[in-house]
């Protein structure tokens, strides 16, 4: 679906659904681990407040909806939409949108889009001593949004990025810099930033059927994987690389929703979403001590969840990838695709495939 089509399906007529998902609901289930359970931002990973109203109120429809569906590759925001392999039809996106809007308390007033024309070199300059702090020397993101993002380039408008700027976002960490920085200041950030967008289309679906789950364990012959523990809860991504490579008795569960394990996925893990918890799992899981290590990009609230659901359950051997699956990419850990092939870099294992 192109990225148009993708637009023009958040105004497309909807069916009603037989029974319809309720808001709240949703966002407790989906959202709630990360955005935090009155949508207060950084509960996990600095996910950003859902209830800012610079945010709610000022960002496009387009902007938000595509947020949702598309998440953030490379980050810990995942794709939520069921064409990408998310848990959300295209209904409850419209569910969930429209009680976050209800709940933000805010009319719908898109910024004006404007094209801004600054310097970029000196943008960057403004970028490393305001900015860099809390949104990463190349944008990756940290307690601030990932603003080197594709997906979030692709669809913010200069016109918001100034506002925002400018503004700030309330209950965030966000200041407003409209006192701090003149217009040209501004402007030269927006150019900076606008800069480094290289251009993004809605991926197509990708449709790859997950492994049997009685296909859990990995090198059922091998000895049980000799882990390096900490305080008996996290394992570190060098002993889990290491024990793959020696080829030990091991089962990886990825905890982030299955439009990640899609992209990418350690080798041999099977996608467990944080959102199902272990019902359908618990049964296919010997109970013969094999170490179980789930991991996700938090990098620890998903997989925390899912290894507390296993804990309760008897499986005292469950265990956190320490670092999370960016760090494990980064480190150069192997990864393959969806449909598993190996990927050959980073970027090609962190980016959606088609």
Not at 89 to 112: C, I, K, T
Not at 257 to 285: C, E, M, N, T
Request: glycine content about 10%; overall charge negative.
């Amino acid at each position: 679906m192109s990225f148009s089509l993708l637009l023009l399906s958040l105004f497309a007529p909807r069916a009603l659904a037989k029974e319809p998902a309720d808001g709240a609901m949703l966002y407790a289930r989906y959202c709630a681990l990360c955005h935090g359970d009155d949508r207060q931002g950084h509960a996990a990973d600095h996910a950003p407040s859902l209830r800012s109203p610079q945010l709610m109120g000022n960002a496009s429809p387009g902007f938000l909806w595509t947020a949702v569906a598309q998440g953030r590759p490379g980050t810990a925001m995942a794709a939520f939409a069921e064409e990408q392999g998310g848990p959300l039809s295209h209904d409850q996106q419209h569910v969930l949108l429209e009680w976050l809007m209800a709940r933000s308390g805010v009319p719908s007033e898109p910024v004006d889009d404007v094209v801004v024309n600054g310097d970029p070199l000196q943008g960057r300059v403004v970028y490393d001593e305001h900015c860099a702090s809390c949104h990463g020397v190349k944008g990756e993101g940290g307690a601030g949004t990932a603003l080197g993002n594709p997906v979030f380039l692709a669809t913010a408008s200069d016109g918001f990025l100034r506002h925002t700027i400018q503004q700030g976002r309330a209950a965030t960490p966000m200041p407003a810099f409209a006192q701090t920085l003149g217009e040209k200041e501004t402007d030269d950030v927006v150019s900076f930033l606008r800069a480094r967008a290289i251009g993004w289309d809605a991926p197509p679906p990708v449709r790859v059927r997950p492994p049997d789950l009685d296909a859990a364990v990995l090198n059922p012959d091998g000895p049980p994987a000799r882990l390096e523990h900490r305080e008996r809860r996290f394992v570190s991504s060098v002993s889990v690389a290491a024990a793959l490579a020696r080829e030990e008795r091991i089962i990886l569960l990825d905890a982030r929703p299955v439009s990640d394990w899609q992209r990418s996925h350690i080798p041999g893990a099977l996608p467990g979403p944080f959102y199902d918890g272990v019902d359908a799992i618990v049964p296919h899981l010997p109970r013969d001590g094999t170490p179980i290590v789930a991991y996700c990009a938090c990098p620890h609230a998903a997989s925390g969840k899912i290894v507390d659901a296993l804990k309760g359950r008897g499986f005292r051997q469950a265990r956190i990838l320490d670092e999370g699956v960016l760090h494990w990419a980064a480190a150069g850990h192997p990864l393959e695709l969806g449909d598993g092939a190996p990927a050959k870099s980073r970027s090609d294992a962190l980016e959606p495939t088609g």
